[in-house]
């Protein structure tokens, strides 16, 4: 019998893995890919199916919200639950009946510049890891600028258009949303921030702008927020978003969307 | 017109035409979204009986998006065979379903009849017909292509090699495609989707993959997937272009959402077969389509997702093309929730294409929010294997780092050539033997590590 080592076939251009971190030079046995590798792609999905089906931790944020010292209201989309949430993407987009009293009751029914949110999109791993640490840099330099802020909407079963309707219940110029993207193989922790001036029912993604790829590994929390704000004021001084907003200022397109 | 059915004396009432074909769909998540699909299995079971009764010549007399309202419906009435579709004029759906299936329906006959069936009557009867008939006769159908080589024959089952790489980088692209020759890839075309649409960064991978090409002499074509427009640009500034890529889908307006119209592709069509650069033949459009791009762009006009589906191989089948496949599980669990419902419209894309004539590939995949693992795309690779889809994806482990889903890894088209006994396209098999890639079994050679190919200057 052969020895434990020479079972499974090594290739011999390992070398090239320099060059890409795609699964190349994975070796085989007959034909297949050998067991060590395998396991691995399944550990890396595993990591990615969790992250689809982890929840918000609402403990957690409001105590870092309660940190930030700034105010917040639990939300929840139309979409009861994950299943529903993954097939109907337009119950995603549409905020609870309830939701309304909860904003009145957060603001005091005010009107504000700029309305954020928090929604677990496709990984709530993500949101629950980052968008704190994330909000910790982007309120003060929002702050800086004199615009007011909405209290901050955390939202379970959300997608990005959900920010056009607490957008638009806040009257705000522009809404932020703060959301979890699909977790690549790779990349189980992706958090996204989408843009829109003016806030409405039926906008489309290509009237939004996208801050991509926002984790450790990826872009920095502190990267991220300044890219974000500059784009906030942008968008708030030319009173636009979107492609035409990308054009002008000339900042990298999107890498997806959460859906 | 009105469609009426009636089991045990309750009488099922289907308005028009395409409401029928979207209540007899078998179920998936795309359908329920749109508000189109049928409200009960009984509901659904008693479209399929009314449909199966309906003759094919209904589809002629009526349409499931207007004439004067949309391109490809005309293309699909005025290109109809009158003269291939009299010998099954008489037909009903229930019928041609039969016939399908019967030894009279030989390979011969089935590719005489391919431009008598428009994809309304495809897609009709793949509705009525299970997974199992969709393999048996789908595996009757043959449909060659060639420009360097020769995709289709039987027997033979061929992958598109691709290399992605989040940012387009030269050397991260040539290491994946040393990786997937070495691996037996690449015969269907070596195909990558570039990171960006820019004209410059798309031009730079094409003079690339020319050169690897030709010093190596692989019988092969290569293809970068920007849009159609960048790629007509960069045909008139003198680019290599082997294969031109486009998405398309089967309604006007989906297409207005992609950024094409017939006209557009007739013009990028001639450019390509302009070049003259296939050395077999001159099919040289590569077509990417998937059941739900009409619903995901609000331009699917009522019409169940899996006719619009056949409605874009009408189109595809106006420019000869060299490879189309199906992106199935990449548009989401939306539109096709699980591995169940992935499997059931690979089978019905690779079939409703083949009948139409189509070189059908399928791009065996999933993401990661659908119900779907790494065994179901073993289980729906063997059943393509055997319905003799002409090809699938080559990545990398199965992990395309840049669109960032699960297709097909080259190891995965190995395990289906070796369970079938399938081998590479003709030419590329001997490449793969003058290079000491396999031997004359089509077994893998260990090879040496200063191998020619990988001596490419990295």
Known sequence: MPDKNEIARQDPWEMLKKFTDARIALGRTGVSIPVKENLQFKMAHAFARDAIYTKMDMDALARGMDHLDHPYCFLHSRAENREQYLQRPDLGRMLSADGFSTMEEASGDKSYDICINIADGLSATAVNLHSIALLHEILPLLKATGFSVSPVCLIEQGRVAIGDETGSYFQAKLSIILIGERPGLSSPDSLGVYITYHPQKGNTDAMRNCVSNIRPKGLSYSAAADKIVYLIKESIRLQISGVALKDLTAIPPPQGLDE | ?458
């Not at chain 2, 010093?215 to 082997?242: F, K, M, W, Y």
């Not at chain 2, 589906?309 to 548009?331: D, K, M, T």
């Open chain 2, 1 to 458: 017109m009105q469609y009426r059915h009636t089991i045990q004396n309750h009488i099922y009432t289907f308005n028009d035409l395409k409401t029928l074909m979207a209540k007899a769909s078998p179920f998936r998540s795309g359908d329920a979204l749109a508000g189109v699909c049928s409200d009960s299995y009984q509901e659904r079971v008693a479209a399929q009986m009314c449909l199966a009764e309906l003759p094919l010549k209904t589809f002629l007399s009526e349409v499931v998006i207007p004439y004067e309202h949309d391109e490809v419906t005309r293309l699909i009435i005025d290109t109809h065979d009158e003269t291939a579709f009299s010998h099954i004029s008489y037909f009903t759906v229930g019928m041609l379903r039969d016939w399908l299936l019967s030894d009279e329906a030989t390979t011969t006959v089935l590719n005489q009849l391919q431009k008598a069936i428009t994809p309304e009557m495809a897609a009709a009867v793949s509705k009525i017909m299970r997974n199992q008939d969709l393999i048996l006769a789908a595996q009757k159908m043959e449909v060659i292509t060639r420009f360097r080589n020769t995709i289709g024959l039987k027997g033979r089952f061929s992958t598109r090699l691709q290399p992605n790489h989040p940012t387009d980088d030269l050397k991260g692209i040539a290491a994946s495609i040393i990786d997937g020759l070495m691996y037996a890839g690449g015969d269907a075309v070596i195909g990558i989707n570039p990171a960006t649409d820019s004209p410059a960064a798309v031009h730079r991978i094409l003079q690339m993959l020319d050169a690897l090409i030709s010093r190596n002499e692989i019988p092969t074509q290569s293809c970068v997937l920007s849009h159609v427009t960048t790629t007509l640009q960069l045909i008139e500034q003198g680019a290599p272009v082997d294969l031109v890529f486009q998405s398309i889908g089967g309604t006007e307006k989906t297409n207005t959402g992609f950024g094409i119209n017939l006209s557009l592709l007739q013009e990028a069509y001639e450019a390509g077969l302009s070049l003259k650069r296939g050395t077999l033949g001159n099919n040289c459009m590569y077509f990417e389509t998937g059941q739900g791009s009409s619903l995901s762009s609000g331009s699917h006009e009522g019409v169940d997702q899996q006719t619009c589906e056949a409605r874009a191989y009408a189109v595809a089948r106006q420019f000869a093309p060299h490879l189309v496949n199906s992106v199935v599980g990449f548009i989401g669990p939306e539109y096709l929730y699980d591995g169940k419902q992935i499997t059931r419209a690979a089978l019905e894309d690779h079939f409703c294409g083949k009948l139409l004539g189509l070189p059908m590939g399928m791009d065996i995949c999933y993401t990661n929010h659908a119900e779907a693992d790494q065994d179901d795309m073993d289980n729906l690779l063997l059943l393509m294997g055997v319905a003799g889809c002409n090809f699938i994806m080559g990545v990398p482990g199965a992990d395309d780092i840049m669109l960032n889903y699960q297709s097909t890894s080259f190891h995965d088209a190995l395990y289906v050539r070796k369970a079938l006994g399938l081998k590479p396209a003709p030419e590329f098999e001997a490449w793969l033997m003058k290079q000491g890639i396999v031997d004359e079994q089509g077994k893998q050679i260990p090879v040496h590590k200063d191998h020619p190919l990988l001596k490419y200057t990295f």
